[in-house]
């Protein structure tokens, strides 16, 4: 991909170092502008529809964000037992109608594939913001944003996935992203909850799994934390016998290195104890921070 005007943004596989650092310059000139301006007058004819049928916090309030700082305009469509999708509506269809009223769609759906689905039948710009047990692209640039900012880039680190590795969507998109660079990748889940295999065969890099985060640990540099995830789980039952099976805390990161970052797409549950928000390695705020800049130059690069 040479340039990411007008295009999908559907899998972190779309993004090469080059389109990366492209977008990472944008955004550090995205954090500088708003810390002058507060918002800035870009996209002030575009049009955005945040088309959530997932809860979401962070990734619909910061794609709006992004969108009204660059002085664009937000329509949110998350009630969906009120829209049409009630009545039977497909996915195509809803698609194909809402692209007539705005100029990109940012799309969190539960099926894994509905972004690609939803890009086939649109003709404006779709933004996976997670399909399911898919991707979460955007998620996963916000996160190799961070350990730039925080650790001066991913080449030469070991970076730990820890947590519900099967039905993480950011952890497939962070993984895939990642396997561009120079890094260590540490797998540490639940037995049950390891990384699919259609992802791990997508990894050219090293990719070691451990039975504990205690054996992993003093090899890491990014410790990158997700929390079990209950939707995905089709008996409660499953969804119990692992709960609670980690958590990081000032105590469990005794081995770990002075100048390790813990990171988390959040929300959490309790995988990370909240004594941890004081410790300076906690760079979960942070990163939320780096999501607007982010998707402020995402925003700016496809409807450029
Ligand atoms: C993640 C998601 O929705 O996949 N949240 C987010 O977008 N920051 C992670 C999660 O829900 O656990």
């Known amino acids: 991909m040479k340039s990411l005007a007008g295009q999908d943004v559907l899998t972190a596989g779309q993004f090469k170092p080059s389109v990366c650092e492209q977008l990472f310059k944008e955004a550090r000139a995205m954090r500088t502008l708003v810390d002058e301006h507060g918002s800035l007058d870009r996209l002030g004819s575009r049009v955005l529809i945040n088309l959530f049928y997932e809860p979401s916090t962070r990734t619909s309030a910061s794609f709006a964000a992004a969108m009204l700082r660059l002085g664009g305009k937000v329509f949110p469509i998350n009630e969906i037992k009120t829209s049409s999708v009630a009545k039977g509506e497909t996915l195509e269809d809803t698609i194909k ?13 539960p099926e894994a594939g509905s972004a690609q689905r ?65 890094v260590r990748l540490n797998l540490v ?25 205690e054996s992993a640990l003093p090899d890491t540099d990014v410790l990158y934390v997700t929390r079990v995830q209950r939707e995905r789980f089709a008996k409660k039952a499953d969804y119990d016998k692992v709960k609670g099976s980690y958590v990081v805390s000032p105590e469990s990161l005794v081995k770990a290195k002075d100048d390790l970052i813990v990171l988390h ?40």
């Open 97 to 109: 109608t809402l692209e007539q009223y705005a100029d990109v769609i940012v799309l969190r759906h």
């Open 118 to 182: 939803a890009a086939a039948a649109a003709d404006i710009p779709i933004i996976n913001a997670g399909d399911g047990a898919g991707e979460h692209p955007t998620q996963a640039l916000l996160d190799l944003f961070t350990i730039i900012e925080e650790k001066g880039g991913p080449d030469g680190l070991s970076i730990t996935l820890l947590g519900d590795l099967k039905h993480g969507r950011t952890v497939h998109s962070l993984a895939r992203l990642l396997s561009n660079y120079d």
């Open 265 to 304: 797409p959040l929300p959490r549950v309790d995988e990370i104890d909240a004594r941890m928000d004081a410790d300076p390695r906690a760079a979960y705020f942070r990163e939320v921070r780096n999501g607007l800049y982010v998707r402020m130059a995402l925003l700016a690069l496809v409807l450029g």
């Open 189 to 213: 889940s639940p037995k049950t909850l390891g990384l699919p295999k259609a992802v791990r065969d997508d990894l050219s890099v090293s990719v070691t799994e451990h039975d504990s985060l």
